[in-house]
């Protein structure tokens, strides 16, 4: 009755024991295979009893060895697939955030250039304030598209990066802010 817990604590201690007290338990294990034949005498003959004994430990031995090979790659590879998931992230949030870098590299290039032709002809108009009207109205004109035109780059810039970052929508005008914006 008590080989089958024999078996089952067997399997278990070569499953969880270090590597370096796996031959001790190993050893432990076969002492039963040579003491049982000769206290418990059979028919059979005591090499008979001895050699199934030493098979029935031997099965016992590989198999734990076995199911803890196993167990060893399992959770090395789980490590390595989470190692590599997170690596995968990084890199993900590093082509991201470069991305975005540029994004903004070129936003401040194409701003820069509208707006400081914005400041050339404001300036052109502070300076000639005795011009004639239809150089006012052209100059205006200028100014006035130029302003729209780096508007709808930042506009389109900022939709982009909304989109990868995955940004709310941005917030609407109320009847609330009407005065003001009327104002503005």
Do not use: K
Not at 99 to 108: F, V
Not at 117 to 126: P, Y
Request: hydrophobic fraction near 50%; charge should be negative.
């Amino acid at each position: 009755l008590a080989s089958g817990a024999a078996a089952v604590v067997l399997f278990n201690a070569v499953l969880r024991a270090p590597r370096r007290s796996l031959g001790w338990v190993c050893a432990v294990a076969l002492v039963p295979a040579f003491a049982f034949p000769l206290v418990y005498r059979t028919s059979e003959s005591y090499v008979v009893e001895l050699l199934f004994g030493v098979l029935v430990t031997g099965v016992l031995i590989g198999w734990g060895m076995f199911a803890r090979a196993r167990r060893q790659l399992v959770l090395s590879l789980r490590e390595r697939a989470e190692r590599l998931e997170a690596e995968q992230r990084l890199h993900v949030e590093h082509a991201r955030e470069a991305e975005r870098r540029r994004i903004a590299g070129e936003m401040h290039d194409v701003l820069a250039h509208r707006i400081s032709l914005l400041s050339v002809h404001a300036g052109a108009l502070e300076f000639r304030p005795d011009a004639p009207p239809d150089e006012i109205a052209e100059a205006a004109g200028v100014i006035r598209s130029n302003a729209h035109a780096a508007l709808s780059d930042l506009r389109q810039v900022v939709g982009v990066l909304r989109e990868d970052g995955g940004g709310s929508d941005p917030p609407q005008p109320t009847l609330a802010d009407v005065p003001a914006l009327v104002e503005e």
